[in-house]
């Protein structure tokens, strides 16, 4: 079962508000990984960490999302001015390495609601 | 564009069935093909994975089959059981590149 600590699990904010989303990963896992997971069940990745380090993220985050892994801190999410598209599941993964082939363990995820 | 197609979208079985569930995929540098199962209210869990080396691999009741000249590949649940009844989601990546393309996920009801 994955270890992965997500919070809060539920998050609401009015449109133009601040979203901040916490994970920690599973105790030893470097890479972590976040993805937004929509109402049609369909996954955008957002950005991932080796360590304190970015190794991807995709345009969207660059712009209105940031994200870090601090050193012995949890990792966070923050939508700094939410829209109602943003509505979505946001789910942390870590895993032991940066291969493709490792596995990623997820967390229960945060549900946020823009209205 | 999406480069993972998951079918069905929904699936029905009754307790004792066998479950199919198959994925297709564009990208000819995927190698390695994951499936999640995911509960409601909780994140995806690895069910069983392949490599685009082998064939076939077994975990107990769930089998998932890979064909490489088709770029296709399947998940196969013997002995559906009412606890299966979850969505399940296939994902393919390359090596090099870390995060993986999901499909879109079969939400399976298994009947007692």
């Known amino acids: 079962n994955s270890k992965v600590i997500q919070t809060p699990r539920y998050l609401v904010k009015g449109q133009g508000q601040k979203a901040k989303m916490r994970c920690i990963p599973e105790?030893?896992?470097?890479?972590v990984f976040w993805y937004q997971q929509n109402k049609n069940n369909e996954f955008k990745f957002l950005i991932n960490f080796q360590n304190q380090e970015v190794l991807q993220q995709i345009d969207m985050t660059e712009k209105r999302f940031s994200a870090e892994c601090p050193s012995n801190s949890p990792c966070s999410l923050e939508i700094q001015s939410s829209e109602a598209g943003d509505s979505a599941l946001y789910l942390c993964?870590?895993?032991?390495?940066?291969?493709?082939?490792?596995?990623?363990?997820f967390g229960p995820g945060t549900r946020l609601l823009v209205l | 564009q999406q480069q993972v197609r998951q079918s069905p979208q929904s699936l029905t079985v009754w307790e004792g069935g066998t479950t199919v569930l198959t994925c297709s995929y564009e990208d000819s540098t995927f190698n390695y093909f994951p499936w999640y199962q995911q509960f409601p209210g909780e994140g995806p869990a690895l069910l069983i994975s392949i490599l685009s080396v082998s064939d076939k691999k077994e975990d107990g009741r769930f089998t998932t089959f890979f064909n490489k000249r088709e770029k296709k590949l399947s998940l196969h649940i013997i002995d559906s059981q009412p606890g299966d009844s979850a969505t399940y989601f296939c994902a393919a990546s390359a090596g090099g590149n870390y995060k993986p393309t999901f499909g879109k996920g079969t939400s399976l009801v298994v009947h007692p």
């Open positions: 993964a870590s895993s032991l390495s940066m291969g493709n082939q490792d596995t990623q363990y």
């Open positions: 105790k030893g896992h470097p890479v």
